[in-house]
């Protein structure tokens, strides 16, 4: 990550931006969704993403700390992602290689309950919280 934010600060142009934009691990909500009601089934365990949420926060913090990049704005936004049903959630992850999100036996046996208590037709979403900030280069030299 250092290596790559140098490389980023020698090629940008002299007051360029960087946008760093990644999701803030907040152990996600679950989340039944019916067209008129949103239930939360319970919140999903992301601490395998928190070393790496860790490292990009320390290796930006020392650009910062060494005025190569200075904060202009930071905002945050939620990002949602839908499955059609649990299974294909669990799948989803299983399937996709990055660090694993764990669903304990207590909230999916409540979005079980949920999804199969709905009258409605259902989907199940996971709430990310993005966060982007925007860096000009400053230099130093």
């Not at 928190?50 to 990002?79: K, L, W, Y």
């Not at 207590?106 to 409605?120: D, F, G, I």
Request: charged share 25%; net charge positive; proline share 6%.
């Amino acid at each position: 990550m250092v290596h790559a934010l140098n490389e980023i600060w020698r090629v940008l142009t002299p007051r360029g931006r960087l946008i760093d934009l990644r999701p803030h691990a907040t152990n996600w909500p679950l989340e039944v969704v019916l067209p008129t009601k949103t239930y939360v089934a319970g919140r999903v365990d992301n601490t395998p993403f928190v070393p790496d949420e860790v490292a990009a926060d320390a290796a930006i913090g020392r650009t910062v700390n060494e005025r190569r990049f200075i904060p202009e704005q930071q905002r945050a936004f939620d990002c949602a992602y839908y499955w059609h049903n649990l299974d294909a959630l669990l799948a989803y992850y299983a399937e996709c290689g990055s660090p694993p999100l764990i669903i304990s036996e207590k909230v999916l046996k409540r979005a079980r309950h949920l999804v199969a208590a709905a009258t409605e037709e259902s989907q199940v979403r996971i709430r990310l919280r993005i966060m982007i900030t925007c860096y000009q280069k400053h230099d130093t030299a």
